[in-house]
């Protein structure tokens, strides 16, 4: 779990990250607080080469995380939206990006969700965690 900080802490260190390495997005990716199927990431806080595309970011995740072909992975971004495997980096922080700067993503294994969608649980898994 990701400790809080004061908003301005992420604002600032977003700031310091994107004069650094303009070229790169500021994300965190953490396991669906739900999920008992996959392992955890060894860290949250990731720098992604903007032209990466989801499908390559999954990739790297299954490696990662050592998944077999047959466990499933689905990321959720700011906790409403599965992105498109072609979608680049830099297409989605333009769009989704958090107030404080960084992109925030939730992935999770089919069996994690049950009858429910995975943007509906993550939406408010995301909801719970980040409205106060």
Same mark, same amino acid.
């Given at each position: 779990?990701?400790?809080?900080?004061?908003?301005?802490?992420?604002?600032r260190e977003?700031e310091?990250?994107?004069?650094?390495?303009?070229d790169?997005?500021p994300? *965190?990716? %953490?396991r669906y607080?739900?999920e008992n199927q996959?392992?955890? /990431?060894? =860290?949250?806080?990731f $720098? *992604?080469p %903007?032209?990466?595309?989801?499908?390559?970011?999954?990739?790297? /995740?299954? =490696?990662?995380?050592? $998944?077999n072909s047959?466990?499933?992975?689905?990321?959720?971004?700011?906790?409403?939206?599965?992105p498109?495997?072609a979608?680049?980096?830099a297409?989605?922080y333009?769009?989704?990006?958090?107030?404080?700067?960084?992109?925030?993503?939730?992935?999770?294994?089919?069996?994690?969700?049950?009858?429910?969608?995975?943007?509906?649980c993550?939406?408010t898994?995301?909801?719970?965690?980040?409205?106060?």
């Amino acid at each position: 779990m990701i400790p809080l900080y004061q908003p301005g802490q992420r604002v600032r260190e977003v700031e310091q990250v994107r004069k650094e390495y303009p070229d790169k997005v500021p994300v *965190i990716i %953490e396991r669906y607080a739900h999920e008992n199927q996959l392992p955890p /990431l060894d =860290r949250s806080k990731f $720098l *992604i080469p %903007e032209h990466v595309h989801v499908g390559e970011l999954i990739k790297i /995740l299954r =490696r990662r995380l050592q $998944l077999n072909s047959s466990q499933s992975i689905f990321l959720i971004v700011n906790g409403r939206n599965l992105p498109a495997n072609a979608s680049t980096f830099a297409e989605i922080y333009r769009n989704e990006a958090d107030p404080d700067g960084f992109l925030y993503i939730v992935y999770a294994s089919h069996e994690t969700f049950g009858s429910s969608s995975p943007q509906e649980c993550a939406m408010t898994d995301y909801n719970n965690r980040f409205s106060n």
